[in-house]
């Protein structure tokens, strides 16, 4: 069996395979499905520093080789999180990352710095595709200037390991990537959803409730991986790859673009069982070709 262990800094994974957040709830729900311990991470679904409602139904529609949500970040807040949910997950034997949105630096950084106080909660994904609310709603993830800002806000209450998930609805991502770089990221994941749109022909609307939502699923995935590609070669940190993945050469793909790990998300609605079947098949792969480790095969295009 080949090594399938990497490292984001001070973050040992036991293989590269994680959840997406917002595909995988808090991980119980896949327990009887797969055995949680065999992923390298689970990043849980997005935490806020408030409870919100997320927006109306309908707020997910299937589209072709993929899907668009437009969910909203419903969540119960970050103290409920730290209260309820962190004593149910903290012992599960894989890397519990808590994926932290906001609607400005302040917000993000108190909430990072109440899951900081988690003894087994690892690291911190940021989710700079939220709408900055002092801007009249533009994602900070758009401009290198609110993407550091929120990074370093955070930086300076978080301790731990901080992966910053950055938005692909921009002109040049290697940019914003060398920004958070620059600000205190230990790591970078990408892609986040692209935005898109569907239509009811029949009734002339939107078929989502606020028109637009994020794009996932096979039909992003050309997309991700020239961006997962084009970040590897702008920044020193590691790169967390995601977007589309379904199999496991989907994920060897992201790796030999110079990921690091990688994220399944809208897999997880199709086949529970995804996750697992990646990283069995990853190592088949390393196997059948003769390497050792997973590492000679990051960044190997």
């Not at 917000?107 to 989710?127: H, T």
């Not at 709603?137 to 998930?165: P, W």
């Not at 002339?204 to 606020?210: E, F, K, M, Q, V």
Request: net charge negative; aromatic share 4%.
């Amino acid at each position: 069996m080949a090594q399938l262990q990497v490292k984001i800094k001070e973050l040992t994974l036991k293989n590269p395979v994680m959840t997406a957040s917002g595909t995988f709830g808090y991980g119980p729900e896949f327990a009887d499905f797969i055995p949680l311990d065999g992923l390298g991470g689970i990043i849980v679904k997005g935490t806020t520093l408030h409870p919100r409602e997320g927006n109306d139904y309908p707020r997910m529609v299937e589209t072709a080789s993929g899907m668009l949500n437009c969910v909203g970040l419903q969540n119960k807040g970050v103290d409920y999180f730290c209260e309820h949910i962190y004593p149910d997950i903290k012992d599960v034997d894989t890397n519990i990352i808590v994926n932290v949105s906001g609607s400005s630096p302040e917000d993000y950084a108190e909430c990072a710095a109440r899951v900081d106080r988690l003894e087994k909660v690892p690291a911190i994904e940021l989710n700079i595709s939220c709408p900055n609310v002092r801007q009249g709603g533009m994602a900070f993830g758009v401009t290198c200037e609110g993407a550091a800002s929120v990074v370093k806000a955070v930086r300076r209450r978080y301790n731990k390991t901080l992966i910053v998930k950055l938005s692909p609805n921009v002109t040049n991502i290697a940019d914003i990537a060398r920004a958070v770089e620059d600000e205190g990221a230990d790591a970078v994941s990408l892609i986040n959803t692209l935005m898109g749109m569907a239509i009811d022909i029949e009734k002339r609307r939107p078929r989502l409730s606020i028109t637009t939502g994020g794009l996932s699923g096979p039909a992003v995935k050309p997309v991700a991986l020239r961006m997962v590609w084009q970040v590897a070669k702008a920044v020193k940190i590691p790169v967390v790859g995601l977007g589309g993945i379904m199999t496991a050469t989907d994920a060897i793909e992201f790796l030999m673009a110079g990921a690091t790990a990688i994220e399944i998300g809208t897999a997880n609605f199709i086949d529970p069982t995804v996750t697992i079947r990646v990283r069995d098949g990853l190592n088949d792969w390393l196997d059948r070709h003769g390497c050792q480790s997973v590492q000679e095969i990051i960044g190997a295009l």
